[in-house]
Structure formats: C-alpha cells, structure tokens
C-alpha cells in the first residue's frame, strides 16, 4: 500500500503568492489518480448544494458524479467498488466525518470494501439518503451541520450513543464560506468533536498546506469573529498535535491530503490540480489500517504517508496549544479533557449545551 509523492513539486506551487491563492482554492479536499481535469469538470459549483440521490443520478450519473462530486471522484469510487479486496487483519469500527462526498466517501468506500465496520457522517438526512444508496454496506449514518455549533454538540451526542470507535477520521471541512462560519466548521467544531466524544484509539484530522498562511487568532476564535481558511487549517493541525500530547496512549496525526480534484479542487474553475487524488485518500487507510511499516507514527503532520519537515511553527507550539484550547474553552464552555491551560485562562464564559 506504500505510496509515492507525484512528480509535481507541490511545494514549488505553494511557495509562490500566485500558487499560495490558488491552492487555497483546493488543498483540503479528493479528487480521482488522473492529475488533469477534463474541462467539462470545470466551472464555479455553488458552495453546500444539496440534491438527493435519485436527483444525482438522473443529472449527474452514479456516485452524484457533476452535482455532489466530481467525474474522476465517482470514477474512483467505482474503481474501489471493483478492484478493492478485503483486509487480512483485525477489522476496526471507524468514524469518518464529511464523509458522503469527496476525499471522505473515497476514504470510507475503501475502508468498507476491506470489510472495516463503517459509520458516516452528514450534513443532513438528504445527504444521508444519498451516501446511503452510494454505500450500501455502511453501518450507519450520523447527521449533524457542523457550521451549527448546537448541532456539533447533539453530533457529538449521536456518536457517543452507538458505541465506541477504534479510529475517527476528522475529515468534514468547508472553503469558500464567510470567516464566521469557517471558524464554526473547519476549527470550532472539531475540537468540540475531539472535547465531547469519548477519544477512539486513534485519531486523524485532515488539514491542508495552507495551514503554512494560517496564524492562531486568538482573539478572534475568543470573540467568534471568523477566521481565514488557512487559519482554520493551522488550528485543525494543532488541535492533532495538541491531542496527541494529552493523550500520549493513543495514536494522532494531522493529514494533507493535498490540491486534488474534488469539488472544492476545481472550485472557481480550476482546471488541473498537482496532486494525485488516490494518494489524497490512502495516507487515511494506511493510518487506520496501521499493519505497515511506519503506519504507528503519533503527533505528526502527514503527506501521502510521509511525515512533513515544512509545517507552521505554531503546530508543534506547546504554549501555543494551550493558548488556542484555552480560546476554544471561554468561546465554546467546554474545557478539553487533560488539557494544560495557560494560568491567565478565563473562566469559560458559556455553559455546555446537553
């Protein structure tokens, strides 16, 4: 399953201001193993469409292809269908949030096809009916808008009330919306989700290159303001690397998945994208699977199976960590179990929503 980076010097691309915008377009979503995008895929895609799954086939093709995901996305996910074989070792139970399009159902599918027990998560029930008749062989389907924080909180308490996970994929992530609701989906909601639901053996949190741009916003995360797409994926790196320090007994990791050709890779019609979309995926299975060398690594940021030198000082930044926890308390009133709070932290300002 050892993978390899593609030719393209993705850091090449991000390095540049011109590449640093257009990446930001992309970098945290799937796309399929082709590395050019056919151009009938192009063209803006309004951001959070919704239609059902009978209305994306008749549309759009199998596997939502042109209305909830791209061609080479249901290419994939038909290529998993057929080619994918069951795993010879012991079968987990695992969680994966944004997983009803893109990298997350490409993740889930493989995941199910190697006989994992499979739960997944969406937005809302019509988004559960299309991932249903996408994969029929998932155990079971939590709903929950993570750019609501009361609907994050009662997530939180659906998947607390169907039982224990071995792996939790934190993959659900938005680009392109307001700075608030940025702050609500992409780093208010994972650390709730990380804070409420009882801690699997391992975790994994899907970031972005971008996080190289982000910065902690302390203030702006204290007061709810917003916060850019970059910041949002600077925060979700650290809320890995900061969980895997107060719960040394458990494997975590930040993931870069890469400017892949999803829905989001293509957003304001893109045309190509660097990086190979089967390679997006499969650094999340090797992790959760965790039989190959190297596959044990904790604390980590992650890049198609190999640990990142290049990260945003603040991901490893203890002082930092607590600083963005300590935020993350007074702003949401739920204090992060074990977590080290700086000294001057403020009495958490509002009550946990049951």
């Known amino acids: 399953m050892k993978l390899h980076p593609t030719s393209l010097t993705r850091r090449g691309l991000l390095l540049t201001g011109a590449a640093l915008s257009a990446a930001a377009l992309a970098s945290c979503s799937s796309a399929t193993t082709q590395e050019t995008?056919?151009?009938?895929?192009?063209?803006?895609?309004?951001?959070?469409?919704?239609?059902?799954?009978?209305?994306?086939r008749a549309h759009g093709g199998p596997y939502g292809a042109g209305v909830y995901n791209t061609r080479q996305v249901a290419d994939e996910l038909a290529w998993i269908d057929e080619n994918?074989?069951?795993?010879?070792?012991?079968?987990?139970?695992?969680?994966?949030?944004?997983?009803?399009?893109?990298?997350?159902?490409?993740t889930a599918a493989y995941l199910l096809k190697r006989r994992h027990t499979v739960v997944v998560h969406a937005r809302n029930?019509?988004?559960?009916?299309?991932?249903?008749?996408?994969?029929?062989?998932?155990?079971?389907?939590?709903?929950?808008?993570?750019?609501?924080?009361?609907?994050?909180?009662?997530?939180?308490?659906?998947?607390?009330?169907?039982?224990?996970?071995?792996?939790?994929?934190?993959?659900?992530?938005?680009?392109?919306?307001?700075?608030?609701?940025?702050?609500?989906?992409?780093?208010?909601?994972?650390?709730?989700?990380?804070?409420?639901?009882?801690?699997?053996?391992?975790?994994?949190?899907?970031?972005?290159?971008?996080?190289?741009?982000?910065?902690?916003?302390?203030?702006?995360?204290?007061?709810?303001?917003?916060?850019?797409?970059?910041?949002?994926?600077?925060?979700?790196?650290?809320?890995?690397?900061?969980?895997?320090?107060?719960?040394?007994?458990?494997?975590?990791n930040a993931v870069a998945p890469g400017w892949i050709p999803t829905r989001m890779g293509f957003h304001n019609g893109n045309t190509s994208t660097p990086d190979s979309l089967r390679d997006g995926y499969m650094t999340q299975v090797w992790l959760a699977e965790g039989t190959e060398p190297g596959s044990d690594v904790t604390g980590e940021f992650l890049f198609h199976q190999r640990v990142e030198a290049r990260?945003?000082?603040?991901?490893?930044?203890?002082?930092?960590?607590?600083?963005?926890?300590?935020?993350?308390?007074?702003?949401?009133?739920?204090?992060f179990p074990a977590a080290n709070l700086p000294p001057d932290h403020k009495a958490a300002r509002r009550e946990p929503t049951a």
């Open 311 to 335: 990260v945003n000082k603040l991901v490893h930044d203890t002082q930092a960590q607590d600083s963005l926890f300590a935020a993350y308390a007074e702003q949401t009133g739920v204090s």
């Open 125 to 252: 029930e019509q988004r559960a009916a299309d991932v249903r008749q996408d994969l029929p062989g998932i155990d079971d389907v939590v709903t929950g808008d993570l750019l609501d924080l009361d609907q994050t909180r009662a997530l939180a308490q659906q998947i607390n009330s169907i039982g224990a996970f071995d792996v939790i994929i934190h993959n659900a992530g938005e680009y392109g919306l307001q700075d608030v609701e940025l702050l609500n989906s992409n780093s208010l909601s994972p650390y709730l989700l990380t804070a409420l639901v009882t801690p699997p053996r391992q975790l994994i949190y899907l970031t972005s290159d971008l996080h190289l741009s982000g910065d902690l916003k302390l203030d702006e995360v204290r007061s709810g303001s917003g916060i850019s797409y970059g910041d949002s994926k600077l925060h979700m790196a650290m809320i890995a690397t900061a969980a895997a320090r107060f719960w040394p007994d458990r494997q975590i």
């Open 84 to 106: 994918v074989h069951p795993f010879d070792g012991s079968s987990k139970r695992i969680l994966i949030t944004g997983s009803t399009a893109g990298a997350g159902q490409l």
């Open 37 to 56: 995008v056919a151009p009938a895929q192009t063209g803006p895609i309004a951001d959070r469409t919704e239609t059902s799954g009978d209305t994306a």
